[in-house]
């Protein structure tokens, strides 16, 4: 059993920044692909940032150029560099650990920009 332990949201001004962090169980932390995700109230859970074992990121095109994945392997930690941040960026954000057979999430931190 793996276990997803985020940290890192709260409530922010619009333009300012937060970095959020995962830190997974186990000892394969290294070979898994990692990703963030978010849900807003009312709304379907996206894919807000992936980053690969071999440290190829991908991101959704609401925050390009704004938001950066990054992961530390001897850390067993992903993280979520949010910059330049809006109203809509507000949501619950996850993280998940990708696995050929199972998924795993985390719990979710509350990330809420004001106007």
């Known amino acids: 059993q793996v276990r997803l332990v985020e940290s890192g949201g709260g409530l922010v001004e619009a333009g300012g920044s937060l970095r959020l962090s995962c830190v997974a169980s186990g000892s394969t932390f290294s070979i898994h692909k990692m990703a963030w995700y978010r849900q807003a109230p009312g709304k379907q859970r996206e894919l807000v940032a992936g980053i690969s074992s071999g440290g190829n990121t991908d991101y959704a095109d609401s925050v390009k150029g704004r938001f950066t994945i990054s992961r530390d392997n001897s850390k067993n930690t992903v993280y979520l560099q949010m910059n330049s941040l809006k109203p809509e960026d507000t949501a619950v954000y996850y993280c998940?650990?990708?696995?050929?057979?199972?998924?795993?999430w985390g719990q979710g931190t509350q990330v809420t920009v004001s106007s």
């Open positions: 998940k650990q990708q696995r050929s057979i199972y998924d795993y």
